[in-house]
């Protein structure tokens, strides 16, 4: 493969997975990435204030993202992860539920935690299970055109099981609520996340001292051993498009870099940006939308906002946990990020809103109070300790909107311009907007590049889950 080259254009998890997977096969490739960092929505900043580099918002993966965890092993870097069994559920009432596997296989693994639950009544368990058993006994991929609160109708979910159970996995999961998200999706959490293997729904996070911006770090060398190159701080302007075939790209300094291939990883609004230049400057351009139907209906795509809320308080006990989902409160999750890793002490807390459409607007300030006042309430020990500093990171557009129908928007890899690949969470990656959709995206389109399929296998579905469910 040495006389064929790639541009890719975007340095997230997509171009980086793009790009890894074609340098290895021995092409050089030429990732173009406008910001000073590569991981795009899954990296971490500066802090002005403290110093510190945040990340954006906790990323969360789990076991069932083996597209993910194959990159982070290519990239050496997979000891960084680390794995929790356990997940922490806090009602109102501030009492614990702890769901973790127990030695039953799946998909009864997580049945008898569960089932111990305090903060659900027996009937309300009964619901659960009855639900449950319906998602397993499901095709999802007959289900299209159906929000999951409606999915869900038929098997009578009392609304504090709807809200303190369905809601709290599919938001974080998904990033939309259950009377907006796409069943399909929905179901796919559930199915390959929490019943088809008993490892598959653990979580993992990147380690203590690991920004995910540190996880990018080996893709450079791997790039360059094939003999490519990232150009960061460099924005990508337009395709110049013959009327068959993309020739070129156009950089903001005016440069035209040309290659054989190329694959957008960008988001589908900048998509549209670079397949639709400003008049005057390519003239052939205007042809891209209506050459190729994979880019006719990007501007229909909506998106759905993350806030991410870091703390900073003067004790180090406020959490004992490492983390914890809030089933009544408006701060979803919370993550227990250890002491000020500048002054070594004190506590850094991490909240989570997912799906925040009411949230956003709200000033920083606001936000930090509000989720003093919920960490407080549920944790008292925190009435005790002072806030030092906080930082408020509102992602407006953190994902496309996984709605019904929404698949008829996302792209496939490839189409009638036969050298242009797209990639990108938001692309047809079979999942929804996450590190695991954008990293299958990017295999895709290196594979459509090398003409070859590049998929990991999923995780293997226990014996009693393929004799009981009908989609595997
Ligand atoms: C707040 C938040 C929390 C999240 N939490 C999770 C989570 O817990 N788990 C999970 O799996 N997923 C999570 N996600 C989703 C996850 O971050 C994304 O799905 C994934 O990172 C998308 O990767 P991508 O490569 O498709 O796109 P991006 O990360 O958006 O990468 C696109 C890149 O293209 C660059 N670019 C854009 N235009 C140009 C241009 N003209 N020229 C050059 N470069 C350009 C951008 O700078 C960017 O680096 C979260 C997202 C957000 C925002």
């Given amino acids: ?121 027996l009937r309300e368990k009964l619901a659960i299970s009855r639900a449950m058993w319906a998602i397993m006994r499901c095709d999802r991929h007959t289900v299209t055109d159906q929000n999951f609160a409606d999915w869900l109708r038929p098997y009578r979910q009392p609304q504090r099981v709807l809200e303190m159970f369905w809601s709290v996995v599919i938001v974080s999961a998904c990033n939309e609520q259950l009377d907006r998200v796409s069943a399909r999706y929905a179901l796919q959490v559930f199915q390959d996340g929490f019943l088809r293997n008993r490892h598959a729904h653990e979580m993992g996070l990147p380690g203590p001292g690991v920004p995910l911006v540190k996880l990018y770090d080996p893709a450079e060398n791997l790039i360059k051993s094939s003999g490519g190159a990232i150009q960061l701080s460099c924005s990508a302007e337009a395709f110049e498009f013959d009327g068959q075939r993309v020739t070129g790209l156009r950089l903001g300094d005016g440069q035209t870099l040309q290659a054989e291939w190329f694959i957008s990883a960008v988001p589908f609004d900048r998509l549209d940006k670079l397949a639709t230049p400003a008049p005057g400057i390519a003239p052939g351009n205007p ?102 500093h906080h930082r408020v990171v509102k992602e407006k557009r953190a994902t496309f909107a996984i709605t019904p129908g929404s698949d008829k928007l996302r792209p496939p890899t490839t189409g009638t311009i036969a050298n242009l690949m797209l990639a990108g969470d938001w692309t047809d990656s079979g999942w929804p907007a996450t590190m695991e959709g954008a990293v299958r995206s990017g295999y895709r389109a290196a594979g459509a590049v090398l003409g070859r399929d590049l998929a990991v296998p999923e995780v293997a579905a226990s014996r009693l889950y393929r004799w009981l469910a009908i989609s595997i």
């Fill in 287 to 388: 042809g891209m939308r209506q050459a190729d139907a994979r880019l006719s209906r990007l501007d229909e795509i909506t998106v759905s906002p993350i806030i991410g809320i870091h703390l900073y308080f003067d004790l180090s006990g406020v959490m004992t946990l490492p983390h914890a989902a809030l089933t009544q409160s408006p701060l979803q999750w919370l993550f227990n990020k250890g002491p000020d890793p500048v002054t070594g002490k004190g506590q850094h807390l991490h909240g989570v809103i997912s799906a925040a459409r009411e949230f956003v607007d709200r000033s920083a300030e606001d936000l930090a109070r509000m989720a003093v006042t919920e960490i407080t309430r549920l944790f008292p020990v925190a009435g005790k300790a002072k806030l030092l």
């Fill in 1 to 121: 493969m040495a006389d064929t080259s790639c541009i890719i254009v975007g340095g997230g998890l997509a171009g980086i997975a793009a790009a890894v997977r074609l340098a290895e096969a021995g092409v050089p490739v030429t990732v173009i990435e406008t910001r000073q960092r590569l991981g795009g929505r899954a990296t971490s900043f500066t802090d002005p204030t403290t110093g510190d580099t945040l990340d954006n918002c906790q990323h969360v993966l789990m076991r069932c993202c083996t597209h993910l965890l194959d990159l982070y092993r290519r990239l050496g870097v997979e000891d960084c992860i680390e794995w929790h069994d356990r997940f922490y559920f806090i009602p109102a009432d501030g009492r614990v539920d702890l769901m973790q596997a127990d030695s039953l296989p799946a998909p009864a693994h997580l049945a008898r935690s569960l089932l111990g639950f305090k903060q659900f009544s």
